[in-house]
């Protein structure tokens, strides 16, 4: 695997220069160049407060959010009549389940509408996001927040859920995502200078299967693309809504939020 160079110091500046985002927030522009290394010292020793705000309010302390890609972060290629909200990249090819056009779900276009805006993020996908240097990587990594607001690097591991040289990880298969998360921790531990506990972690996938495996563990797992789904129920559709990304302790799978869905109803309606 190719390793990731630790954060250039532009990041650390650009760092030093930030207040923690409000949520909902629009994101911000890169910060001008250093003007001399007496900033760039500043930034290195107030990274670790900084970066702290990134937490959020609501738990005051860091995060992390953990997206799948096919179906998650991505809809059906090309499939704007089931669903109209996703948006077409063209020109750029996904190769996820028989190949198309790279399709974004609401998620990928507006994570910046999320509680993640406030969170370190990661990627834990099966697949390989179409191949080293691909396009889709590229557009991917762009509407994650891209260095150095989200991520601190654009490299991607390439094969295997560990060991952990970035928090892009591809070639992990289902069913054992949840054990990339620790190196994705030690990882921002290392070059981020942050703690982030196990509570506040939280992972987004659209199988049922990545999100039951979690269940050993004290993170967070959400079932997303609950309402679109596809190959009988197997996978997503139109991949994860803005709506489903929510703060919440715990694992919960589709088929549970309707099982309380329909509690709710019964009881309320």
């Not at 996820?96 to 910046?112: K, M, P, R």
């Not at 298969?173 to 054990?179: A, I, R, S, V, Y």
Request: proline share 6%; net charge negative.
């Amino acid at each position: 695997s190719r390793l990731s160079s630790p954060p250039s110091l532009g990041f650390l500046v650009a760092v030093l220069s930030r207040r923690p985002w409000p949520p909902m927030s629009p994101r911000p522009g890169r910060a001008p160049a250093p003007a001399a290394a007496a900033v760039a010292s500043a930034a290195v020793l107030a990274l670790p407060l900084l970066l702290s705000g990134l937490g959020g309010a609501a738990a005051d302390r860091p995060c992390l959010c953990v997206f799948d890609i096919d179906r998650t972060l991505t809809g059906k290629q090309g499939d704007l009549k089931r669903c109209p909200w996703n948006k077409i990249e063209a020109g750029v090819d996904d190769t996820a389940y028989g190949g198309g056009v790279l399709t974004l779900s609401d998620l990928a276009q507006h994570v910046e509408g999320t509680f993640c805006s406030q969170c370190y993020l990661g990627i834990i996908s099966a697949g390989d996001a179409s191949g080293d240097e691909s396009e889709e990587r590229k557009v991917l990594h762009r509407s994650l927040g891209g260095e150095p607001s989200r991520l601190l690097t654009d490299e991607w591991q390439q094969h295997g859920c560990t060991p952990v040289h970035t928090p892009l990880v591809t070639f992990c298969p289902d069913g054992q995502k949840q054990t990339a998360v620790p190196g994705i921790i030690s990882w921002y531990r290392k070059y981020a200078l942050v703690e982030i506990a196990d509570e506040d972690v939280h992972f987004y996938d659209d199988r049922a299967i990545n999100i039951d495996s979690f269940k050993s563990t004290k993170y967070n797992a959400h079932q997303i693309s609950c309402r679109t789904r596809d190959i009988g129920d197997a996978i997503g559709l139109c991949g994860a809504d803005v709506s489903e990304i929510v703060r919440e302790r715990g694992i919960v799978t589709c088929e549970e939020k309707r099982r309380n869905h329909q509690a709710w109803r019964e009881r309320y309606v």
